[in-house]
């Protein structure tokens, strides 16, 4: 896992995520893409998960014939293989973006659940 000294929080452990997050999370972009969790089995039995953006989970399910919401690696290689792709980042940042993230999810929903009620 590792520790990471970030500007904003000092030492913090790492997250991996997926390069294109990893990006938008370091330069406080908002997110505007769809993510998705990757399940990794490692070898040491544990299993792993990570936020990934949609292209690259859409990348991994094509490589190794996934599918389903949740992408789950069983195969211990190809997991270690994906795992080696990611980024690590601040997981406080990680956090504070995906706090961010949520609340214009459910900002947006709110607001189409309006805008249906309006139609009516
Ligand atoms: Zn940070």
Redesign the pocket.
């Known amino acids: 896992m590792g520790l990471f000294k970030?500007p904003?929080?000092g030492m913090?452990l790492l997250t991996f995520v997926s390069p294109k997050l990893a990006e938008y999370i370091q330069k406080s972009q908002t997110v505007d893409f769809n993510i998705k969790k990757i399940c990794l089995n490692l070898d040491d039995g544990k299993q792993s998960m990570h936020t990934v953006d949609e292209d690259f989970a859409e990348e991994v399910s094509k490589k190794y014939s996934l599918d389903g919401e949740t992408l789950k690696i069983n195969n211990v290689e190809a997991a270690f293989d994906v795992y080696c792709s990611l980024t690590g980042i601040?997981s406080?940042?990680f956090t504070e973006s995906m706090q961010k993230l949520k609340k214009i999810i459910i900002f947006q929903i709110l607001n189409s659940t309006w805008r249906k009620l309006d139609d009516k």
């Open positions: 970030c904003k929080h913090q601040c406080s940042c």
